[in-house]
């Protein structure tokens, strides 16, 4: 039974469910077109928006990374250029692994992002 102050309305036990139901939640509420939870080589872990959308913005995920790095030889231009303008890839550490959080939409990159970060972080520490 929920608290009268519990603010979820659907959760899970299970890891990937709940990390589902946390990344449809706030792709709605951000007004995102996709939220992805990948590895750190770019396979979709969870996610929520248009499938092939998805595996898209995780294939990229680590290419991002290293280009907002500054990372020699990693200069965005094309396709990675065109997806970054309107992505943001933040990296969670979860209990010494690195995941890739990513998020497509005009308001992509906003505050909001640092909440769903906090959220899978959650999610994925309770399931190590």
């Given at each position: 039974?929920?608290?009268?102050?519990?603010?979820?309305?659907?959760?899970?036990?299970?890891?990937?469910v709940a990390l589902h139901y946390q990344l449809a939640h706030s792709r709605l509420q951000g007004g995102l077109d996709v939220v992805v939870v990948a590895d750190d080589s770019g396979v979709v872990v969870a996610a929520s928006g248009g499938w092939a959308a998805c595996e898209e913005l995780a294939a990229y995920a680590p290419l991002l990374v290293r280009a907002e790095s500054g990372e020699p030889g990693s200069g965005s231009s094309g396709r990675l250029a065109e997806i970054g303008a309107y992505s943001d890839v933040r990296t969670i550490d979860v209990d010494g692994q690195t995941v890739l959080l990513c998020a497509r939409g005009p308001r992509a990159k906003t505050a909001a992002m640092r909440q769903v970060a906090d959220g899978v972080a959650r999610i994925l520490s309770r399931a190590a």
């Open positions: 039974m929920k608290s009268p102050t519990e603010r979820r309305q659907t959760r899970s036990t299970d890891p990937l």
